[in-house]
């Protein structure tokens, strides 16, 4: 079993930054990829940010320019740097790790418990 523990989140004036950090744990063979999605009441959650063991990034249009995700392939772990937030950017984000398992070349997806972010405008 991998689990996710995702530390980070809170309160903070429009304009304010935050950091959110992700750990993986469990037998994992190999990570894919790691990255934060975000979810709002009533909306679909949505990709935030992610990168790859090898470290090529994908971030969603809307945080392009303000977020910086990094990795430690070495810890298992997953930094998203929040910067110039916006009251839009008020969400759930939830860790997400895609791993190798075993050898049989399909990934698997594991997610965290979710911490608010509340940007206040």
């Known amino acids: 079993q991998v689990q996710l523990v995702e530390s980070g989140g809170g309160l903070v004036q429009a304009g304010g930054s935050l950091g959110l950090s992700c750990a993986a744990s469990?037998?994992?063979?190999?990570?894919?990829?790691m990255g934060w999605y975000r979810q709002v009441p009533g909306k679909e959650r949505e990709l935030v940010a992610r990168?790859?063991?090898?470290?090529?990034?994908t971030y969603a249009d809307s945080v392009k320019g303000r977020f910086t995700i990094s990795r430690d392939n070495a810890k298992k772990t997953v930094h998203l740097q929040m910067n110039s937030l916006k009251p839009e950017d008020t969400a759930v984000y939830y860790c997400?790790?895609?791993?190798?398992?075993?050898?049989?070349?399909?990934?698997?997806?594991?997610w965290g418990q979710g911490t608010q972010v509340t940007v206040s405008s």
């Open positions: 997400n790790a895609a791993v190798w398992l075993d050898l049989s070349g399909v990934p698997y997806d594991y």
């Open positions: 469990g037998r994992i063979v190999s990570i894919k990829h």
């Open positions: 990168i790859t063991f090898g470290g090529i990034t």
